[in-house]
């Protein structure tokens, strides 16, 4: 009733192809956007913004770029934590070398360079496929933390091998170091994550995006009809590391403001993305955002009710949060194999036909 | 009104709500799980059950009772900073992370926040530097100290030379494990020894090729700044190489019982530096009575007694003095973190107060100051005697050599001011 098509008239070619067809979700849209930026930035505190907001943002947007490569063109990769870990540094080199330089340019900067990093690691996807590739993958994410804890060049020789972000204004407002309000490291986030949704929407949408989707399917028939493997592949690279490259930086300089390498983005960072997009579900936008809620929010909500309600020991609560949350991902995979979007997609499905189901 | 301003004012309503709670805050900041769990839990549990016994003993400090916020944080850095910003609004008087990581993502948070942190052995080394860093505590001993006590150490076994001689350092391949290596590297350039690095990657589980290239390298010396599972591996590995343990020589977080009792007799002779005494002190028998027999013992309450469980009681000890010291200093008893900060710049731990509160020497004396919040770095040396199962202390306190590490301190203290706009200087 609510939910349909019908009566929603297009006239235009531009109407036609929108990314919200529906009335209903374009309103969703627009409410979830306006509460997001109009609504959340005046009541978030310090405790919503560092435990929530702020690190769902940032997993989001290394979601989507995960999903990028391996959803839409399905190139299995596990090395995010190491592409992550590029972008980290990227900008820390760029913030400490060039302080004048905004932020905002400096955290684009660093996906870029990520992206190029990327694609230069994408290269041997030419010639393997599969676990082959993510094996290839793998060696990058070792490759390149080992580089980061190594060369001390990287981490301006300081005698800890930990990177501090420095402050850094926008606007006369402090987003990185100490003294940064809760709402500003929100709202910085919420502006990358914005921007990336948005491009990576409009990418996989466009004759881009279905050129990864035709490799993902079957290469050699993309192959056949036109679609050069080459680019397909490396550009996806690229894009996709663009975005975990971003993610990277804002990890390091708006969340954590000081980071190791080996600990924050080690081998169970990469997984940790990939698990996000397996159960949001892989190839699709709102999955990432889903995936990386749930894994976000879930050990925070767990331990909130295990010590803070329960009043349980905390060793206790910290293990019980690997069993739930390993056992909520079987229980995930095993009923909807298609993850968290192909939930959304059922209820959709099913609200066209509410209440008149036949 | 800039935003720094709003910061203050916003601080400031902060801390005068908190100090309308009615208790004395401390948050701990364990971690009872994970590859690190071993040396987490009984630090925890001492620190606990101190805290625990002065409740019960004494209804608290200054006759307000202390109320524990237990957090895990699993030495993972992202899970410190959520116990920290959830703990933070509670009045938290005190945070002690025990965990290096965990440590430079909260210099940055408390200087904002005005809540002071101490880091007791561990921890950044020039926040020594109580002019750069207001706010921050290593009393009463550093890595840098432990680097030069542990050279000390071997000079006076080698009769005042180490020319010639190779030592090798392994080390957690973290901001905690490469600590000692800006002091290790300028007292061999002073004593003459070549060293030999070796990192070994979180958790520290695998370390075959580490002690293989010790076994090929035959260095005379070998110390080590390892923690959690990373230990007791080093050690099996050390006696299977058949590396002559009393060469060998961890730092004081690679030396508790849990260390060493896997390797059995093979660990006979390891030596680690202390920087508390192992002993059985009055005070464990007020902990027995008031906490452990009122079944309120922290975890399963097997750990009394273990070099950890000291360190952790230690550490709630110089907690408890310091609160006593700012109720003290301000005539007030229920304190705000600024107090507290106070009173800790104002600690001073003698020999009497150590023996008085049921724990002679268990530590060195030390006071501290405006421009020294490091302490003494005294430290001692023990060896494992795997037949009695005991470490018996071979050496009293050694002093390090401050020519040495004062330089380094003043010199890593003004990069980070540099960095962060910091005008040093007494709050």
């Known amino acids: 009733m609510l939910y349909r098509e019908a009566g929603d008239f297009k006239t235009t070619y531009v109407d036609d192809s929108q990314t919200f067809p529906i009335k209903f979700d374009r309103a969703g849209f627009w409410v979830t956007m306006a509460v997001a930026w109009l609504v959340i930035p005046f009541v978030i505190n310090d405790y919503w913004a560092s435990s929530l907001l702020v690190p769902f943002l940032i997993y989001a947007i290394a979601a989507l770029g995960l999903n990028i490569l391996t959803g839409y063109c399905g190139q299995v990769s596990l090395g995010t934590g190491g592409f992550m870990a590029v972008g980290a540094y990227a900008c820390y080199k760029l913030m400490t070398a060039f302080p004048d330089v905004s932020i905002l340019i400096h955290v684009v900067l660093a996906g870029g360079i990520t992206a190029a990093v990327g694609a230069a690691f994408g290269l041997p996807s030419l010639r393997i496929k599969g676990f082959y590739l993510a094996v290839a993958t793998l060696a990058a994410q070792f490759f390149l933390v080992w580089l980061f804890n190594k060369v001390a060049w990287f981490y301006n020789y300081s005698a800890s091998g930990q990177i501090n972000a420095p402050e850094r204004l926008v606007a006369g407002v402090a987003v990185t170091g100490p003294n940064t309000p809760a709402w500003a490291q929100y709202l910085i986030c919420l502006f990358f994550v914005t921007l990336c949704a948005l491009v990576a929407r409009n990418l996989t949408r466009g004759s881009t995006g279905r050129k990864w989707m035709a490799i993902r399917d079957m290469d050699i028939a993309a192959e056949i009809i036109g679609v050069n493997p080459l680019r397909a592949k490396l550009t996806a690279f690229a894009v996709s590391s663009f975005f975990v490259g971003v993610s990277g930086a804002l990890f390091f300089a708006v969340y954590l403001g000081a980071v190791e390498v080996g600990e924050a983005f080690g081998i169970q960072k990469s997984f940790l993305v990939l698990f996000m997009i397996i159960i949001g579900g892989l190839g699709s936008i709102f999955g990432s955002f889903a995936g990386a809620a749930f894994l976000v929010i879930m050990p925070v909500a767990l331990k909130w009710l295990g010590v803070d309600v329960l009043g349980w020991p905390t060793d206790l609560v910290a293990h019980f949060q690997l069993v739930i949350v390993g056992a909520l991902i079987m229980f995930f995979l095993i009923k909807e194999p298609h993850g968290l979007a192909a939930i959304w997609r059922h209820i959709k499905e099913k609200l066209r036909l509410w209440p008149f189901p036949y | ?427």
């Open chain 2, 1 to 427: 009104m800039n935003i720094k301003t709003l910061i203050a004012a916003a601080v400031a309503g902060t801390m005068t709500a908190g100090s309308a709670v009615a208790d004395l805050v401390i948050p701990d900041l364990s971690y009872r799980t994970g590859p690190y769990a071993a040396g987490g839990t009984p630090v925890s549990d001492g620190y606990q059950d101190y805290f625990n016994m002065l409740n019960a003993r004494d209804g608290g400090i200054g006759g307000v009772p202390i109320r524990i916020v237990e957090c895990e944080t699993g030495y993972n850095t992202e899970k410190g900073v959520e116990c920290y910003e959830s703990t933070k609004g509670e009045g938290a008087l005190i945070y002690q992370p025990l965990s290096t990581g965990i440590t430079y993502q909260l210099i940055p948070k408390v200087t904002a926040d005005n809540i002071p942190l101490h880091t007791m052995g561990y921890g950044r080394t020039s926040a020594a530097n109580g002019e750069v860093f207001n706010w921050v505590f290593n009393y009463p001993a550093n890595y840098w100290d432990a680097a030069s006590v542990a050279v000390n150490y071997l000079l006076d076994e080698n009769g005042g030379s180490l020319d010639g001689k190779t030592i090798a350092l392994v080390y957690h391949n973290s901001a905690y494990g490469k600590e000692p290596i800006r002091t290790l590297e300028a007292l061999s350039e002073m004593h003459g020894y070549d060293l030999s690095l070796i990192a070994v990657d979180h958790p520290g589980q695998e370390q075959k090729s580490q002690w293989l290239q010790i076994r090929r390298e035959r260095p005379d010396y070998v110390l080590m700044w390892g923690w959690g599972v990373m230990n007791q591996v080093a050690v099996q590995e050390a006696a299977n190489i058949n590396f002559p343990m009393e060469n060998f020589i961890g730092n004081w977080w690679a030396g508790s019982e849990h260390d060493v009792l896997p390797a059995g007799d093979a660990a006979t002779g390891y030596k680690s530096l202390a920087m508390t005494r192992s002993a059985d002190y009055p005070v464990f028998g007020h902990i027995t009575e008031y906490v452990h027999d009122a079944g309120n013992a922290a975890g399963d309450g097997s750990n009394m007694g273990t070099v950890l469980y000291t360190r952790g009681m230690y550490a709630a000890m110089l907690a408890a003095e310091a609160i006593a010291k700012a109720q003290e200093i301000h005539g007030v008893a229920e304190i705000t973190p600024a107090m507290m900060r106070d009173g800790m710049e104002a600690l001073d731990i003698t020999a009497e107060r150590m023996a008085e509160l049921g724990m002679p020497d268990i530590g060195p004396a030390f006071s501290v100051s405006c421009e020294d919040h490091g302490g003494t770095g005294l430290g001692l040396v023990q060896q494992w005697d795997a037949a009695a199962g005991v470490w018996n202390p071979l050496t009293d306190f050694i002093a390090p050599d401050n020519s040495v590490t004062d330089p380094l301190i003043a010199e890593d203290s003004a990069a980070f001011a540099a960095e962060n706009n910091i005008e040093a200087g007494c709050l």
